[in-house]
């Protein structure tokens, strides 16, 4: 891990590191524990997100680190075919490979640092599989699946997909060339990411190197929330310990501080995170298996919708 990197930090853009006497640093809320579970036809994952109350993740809803795992030939799983209505998905693959289809005939392979964004929206029926030859060989599995809330009125948006390829990722680098920074939609500083969102967002991988400290300008509007891949650190000024499958959510504020161990792991030389933000949409949120709502009459619609077939149907 991870799949897209680059020999020289040096040689990318930078961000500017945030001023402290003008920003204000972000404090840690609090840090909880994924716990580990099973996806799909039997694929293992993290849940990010349990625990935490949904005002403090709105506008995100939900998100699995799937993986990381090393299979063998013949053990590769997926997901059956199943609906979604309400939000949108972000399927970021670190390593390995994962083909979507769905009832519209969108969908495709996404690997290595490859990122998909479906917006469910009004509804679709979609499946998520490894490829043939991924299940024949066996190999390294590792990605995250975030949802994203859609606002009550754009529920009702056509699906649609976007494909954001590992050469259109921003690669940047922090201000002292400590970090290189995947952004894959939002901003930092000067610097777009190239995701398109109806909930404004900020996407951001981050490989800190041991011992070096990121200091990062973050939205005062959007909350921020950081998970940790692997690896072991720190998050603020105050030394917040953080590691492997925890999520520290932070409070109010201009700037993120996150501070890698000097001494790491010797299969996790750096540590990896997720830095993730939205504008909180501040309406109730009806959630139930595949189906983000905004109301109990929304969801038992959905899954008459589903049960009638108004979701798409399986393609021959």
């Known amino acids: 891990m991870p799949a897209v990197t680059v020999d020289d930090l040096l040689v990318l853009p930078r961000v500017e590191r945030p001023d402290p006497a003008v ?17 799909g036809e039997g694929f293992p ?13 709105d506008p995100f809803v939900h998100m699995d680190q799937m993986g990381e795992v090393d299979y063998g030939p013949g053990e590769p799983k997926g997901t059956p075919w199943h609906p979604h209505r309400g939000f949108e998905t972000a399927t970021y693959m670190i390593d390995g ?3 979507h289809q769905d009832s519209t005939g969108g969908g495709g392979l996404i690997s290595d640092g490859d990122t998909q964004w ?19 060989s066996g190999g390294l599995f590792h990605g995250v699946q975030l949802w994203v809330n859609l606002p009550a009125a754009s529920k009702w948006t056509p699906p649609r997909y976007q ?7 921003a690669l940047l680098a922090s201000h002292d060339g400590g970090a290189l920074l995947r952004l894959v939609a939002g901003r930092l500083g000067a610097h777009d990411g190239p995701g398109v969102t109806h909930t404004p967002i900020t996407f951001v991988h981050a490989t800190v190197h041991a011992g070096a400290r990121l200091e990062l300008p973050w939205p005062r509007e959007h909350n921020a929330l950081v998970y940790v891949l ?8 105050t030394g917040q310990p953080i590691s492997a499958g925890r999520l520290a959510v932070l409070g109010a504020g201009d700037h993120i501080v996150v501070t890698a161990d000097a001494g790491q792991d010797v299969s996790t030389p750096a540590l990896e995170i997720l830095l993730l933000g939205g504008a909180p949409i501040g309406e109730p949120v009806a959630w139930h298996g595949p189906f ?9 619609e959905a899954f008459e919708d589903f049960r009638s077939g108004r979701l798409g149907q399986v393609p021959a």
């Open 23 to 39: 920003s204000l640093e972000r404090p840690i809320r609090s840090v909880t524990v994924a716990p580990r579970g099973f996806e």
């Open 45 to 57: 994952v993290r849940r990010a997100f349990a625990g935490v109350a949904q005002k403090d993740l």
């Open 97 to 99: 490979a994962f083909r």
């Open 118 to 136: 479906m917006t469910a929206g009004a509804g679709i029926l979609h499946i998520e599989a490894p490829p043939e030859e991924l299940v024949v």
């Open 163 to 169: 494909d954001i390829g590992r050469a259109r990722v």
């Open 230 to 237: 692997s690896g072991s650190g720190s998050v603020t000024s």
């Open 292 to 300: 983000v709502m905004s109301t109990e009459a929304e969801l038992r």
